[in-house]
């Protein structure tokens, strides 16, 4: 088993940053990615932004040139920088490993959430 702990969310002003960091340990032998998903309430699970042991990053538009993400390989830990937040930035935060197995498409992981309140 992969254990993904969380941490750094909170309640910022629009405009505010915030740094969101996930450390993984155990049973870690084949990494592919890790990421970060977001989630509000009545809505599906959105990818954000996710980084390859190779370094490709992939994130949706609307983060754009505000959400950076990063990894220390040698610790398993990734984290998102996010900058300019907005309202609609608010959401549960979603850590993800993906690693790979003896099963076709490898398996997910994912951490307990940490939320991300951005609100005046």
């Known amino acids: 088993q992969v254990q993904l702990v969380e941490s750094g969310g909170g309640l910022v002003q629009p405009g505010g940053s915030l740094r969101l960091s996930c450390a993984a340990s155990?049973?870690?032998?084949?990494?592919?990615?890790m990421g970060w998903y977001r989630q509000t309430p009545g809505k599906q699970r959105e990818g954000v932004e996710t980084i390859t042991t190779g370094g490709t990053t992939n994130y949706v538009s609307s983060v754009r040139g505000r959400f950076t993400i990063s990894r220390d390989n040698d610790k398993n830990t990734i984290y998102l920088e996010m900058n300019d937040l907005k309202p609609e930035d608010t959401a549960t935060y979603y850590c993800?490993?993906?690693?790979?197995?003896?099963?076709?498409?490898?398996?997910?992981?994912w951490g307990q959430g940490t939320q991300v309140t951005v609100s005046s």
């Open positions: 993800n490993l993906h690693q790979y197995d003896k099963t076709p498409h490898g398996v997910n992981y």
């Open positions: 155990g049973d870690i032998f084949s990494v592919n990615a």
